[in-house]
């Protein structure tokens, strides 16, 4: 069944606002913009993170204030082929993360590979992001060292 103009283009704008929040729910993460980050989500959202565990929002600003806000770590997280599929007020999608740390207290860093797999409400607000599970798929630890580095690959 054919869209119409409007429908095609209400589609458009909902997949352009669901692609601006995810990179405004990255960039927080980076900038460790506590208000920022829990803005992304609905207030009853729930978070999957293995291997750290399934929780509320509250819960989320726990972990992130005590593994990235009250450290000296930089994070660079960065979303990549997004597929979204809208169904009226809610969506879904599919997001591949590259993610890297540096802690310059150890000079230790981690690279991940992982899918986000996410779900959207439209609400008065905007687009927010209701439920959220992080598949990770490549880890590798590693330390900077003054003669070059070392690493190894985390597996399950």
């Not at 591949?96 to 740390?101: E, I, Q, S, V």
């Not at 959207?120 to 927010?128: A, F, I, L, N, S």
Request: with cysteine; hydrophobic share 35%.
């Amino acid at each position: 069944m054919s869209m119409n103009l409007e429908d095609r283009i209400a589609k458009l704008e909902a997949e352009s606002d669901i692609r601006r929040l995810k990179a405004r729910y990255l960039n927080a993460c980076d900038r460790k913009d506590v208000e920022a980050m829990k803005s992304c989500f609905t207030p009853d959202a729930v978070i999957d993170f293995p291997p750290l565990g399934e929780f509320d929002l509250d819960g989320l600003v726990g972990i992130f204030t005590q593994m990235a806000v009250n450290t000296p770590i930089t994070d660079v997280h960065q979303g990549h082929n997004g597929e979204i599929e809208i169904d009226g007020d809610t969506a879904q999608a599919v997001w591949n993360l590259g993610f890297a740390t540096y802690n310059p207290d150890d000079n230790g860093f981690r690279l991940l590979s992982s899918f986000y797999h996410d779900k959207y409400v439209k609400t008065d607000m905007g687009w927010r992001i209701s439920y959220t599970r992080s598949e990770p798929r490549a880890i590798i630890d590693g330390t900077l060292k003054d003669d070059g580095l070392t690493a190894k690959w985390i597996k399950d």
